[in-house]
């Protein structure tokens, strides 16, 4: 079989020669046509009068849209670093309000408001604004401290009375001898006013006739002036009418929506509108409503007196100037759900701090918000539990119950402040 197909077909040199043949045959021609193209289209480009190449404008263009990239990438880093300065300073601003309404701000409030920025995961977020808190306080440190010290010396100007509280005398007297030099004064003043219309009052006499004549001249002089002005004021009926608020636009036809001219007769000039506002008119009135088309404003951030709280799962943000530690604390304890050891620390801070026992119906007040039932089951947990020895319970001739720590209030001495907070304080007011 083999011997009859090289029998019948070409030596196998030959075919690897022929092969040869045709291939640079089939180059040379393509090489012809390519040269031909070119000469054509350089024919045609001269016609048409485009002398630059297409390969050079290709090259051209390639640095310029590299650069294009760049521009692009920069301004999208901007966009970035506004959008989360911005989402920073809302955050803080957040937690300052809830601070003020006795709230601690946890960070899934934050996705609830809208206040992560786009490019960046709810839980990407909550990282970041804790980070940065961090770094920007260490770094702030100094200046955060210097801030707490001036408070505390503005609040110690400010001290509560050191004596039995009442009006000194010395205050009385001195507002009494105000008041008689002030009467003194006035009865001076008008002592002096009267003589001085006697005199005139003579001198008067003997000018009353000139006087009449010339207050008759004046008096004719301004009728003829004040004819004369109401003819020069009257419009002619080709002349438009002035425009007024009603009639803004003049010829009776009041303009809409337009801007108020900002000249020296303008109500508006001087007026220096926001960044991201604008004036527009809305039934009559100017009012300052948002920008849609104005490019985002660049927010102040201010986080000097932003605490966090770390708890079990998450973190909580409250302002210091707005919110004292002790209440965060027991919203911090309340939050984390730990009814235990949230009743052991307010009953002994109020029996270290005041020193007093602590009072069951706090326990019901925010932001424990506890009822007659949780409160008992916590007292039988913490009896239960063995680990709070000193936590003891007294009861008030009325029924209410009070809590206390050994370690501060000896238990007769609390037993007797439970009977005056409770039974003789409210009889005595």
């Known amino acids: 079989m083999s011997e009859q197909m090289k029998t019948v077909g070409e030596a196998p040199g030959q075919d690897i020669a022929s092969e040869k043949a045709e291939s640079a045959v089939g180059e040379a021609a393509a090489d012809q046509g390519a040269a031909a193209a070119a000469t054509q289209g350089a024919a045609l480009s001269g016609a048409d009068g485009v002398d630059a190449p297409a390969d050079a404008e290709a090259a051209d263009e390639a640095p310029e849209g590299s650069a294009v990239d760049e521009s692009t990438e920069e301004e999208l880093a901007a966009a970035r670093e506004l959008a989360e300065n911005n989402a920073l300073a809302d955050v803080f601003d957040d937690v300052r309000k809830q601070s003020a309404d006795s709230h601690l701000v946890t960070p899934e409030r934050w996705p609830e408001i809208g206040l992560v920025p786009d490019h960046m995961t709810a839980e990407d977020f909550e990282m970041f604004v804790y980070e940065w808190l961090e770094d920007y306080q260490a770094e702030h440190k100094d200046e955060i401290e210097a801030e707490r010290a001036a408070e505390r010396e503005k609040a110690a100007a400010v001290r509560s009375a050191t004596r039995a509280v009442g009006v000194p005398p010395k205050i009385p007297n001195r507002r009494l001898a105000q008041i008689e030099a002030d009467n003194e004064a006035k009865a001076a003043e008008a002592a002096g006013a009267a003589d001085k219309a006697l005199e005139s009052s003579d001198q008067g006499s003997a000018e009353a006739e000139p006087a009449a004549a010339d207050a008759s001249t004046q008096s004719g002089n301004a009728a003829g002036a004040a004819e004369s002005a109401a003819v020069v004021a009257a419009p002619t009926a080709s002349e438009p009418a002035p425009a007024s608020p009603d009639n803004a636009g003049g010829n009776g036809q009041a303009v809409d929506n337009e801007q108020p001219v900002e000249d020296d007769r303008s109500p508006f000039a001087g007026l220096r509108i926001p960044e991201g506002y604008r004036l527009e008119q809305i039934e009559g009135e100017w ?143």
């Open 287 to 429: 009012v300052l409503v948002e920008d849609e088309n104005a490019a985002p404003v660049r927010k102040e951030i201010k986080c000097n007196r932003i605490k966090v709280l770390m708890g079990m799962h998450s973190y909580y943000l409250y302002d210091e100037t707005l919110m004292t530690a002790s209440y965060a604390r027991w919203a911090f304890l309340a939050a984390e759900d730990n009814p235990v050891v949230t009743f052991v620390e307010c009953v002994r801070e109020d029996s270290r701090v005041y020193p007093r026992p602590y009072a069951a119906e706090c326990l019901k007040n925010p932001p424990f918000r506890m009822t007659d039932g949780q409160i008992e089951e916590t007292w039988q947990a913490v009896r239960d539990s063995g680990n709070y020895p000193d936590i003891e319970r007294t009861e008030a001739s009325n029924g209410d119950v009070y809590y206390y720590s050994t370690q501060y209030l000896e238990s007769g001495y609390a037993a007797s402040l439970a009977e005056y907070d409770a039974v003789e304080r409210p009889a005595d007011v």
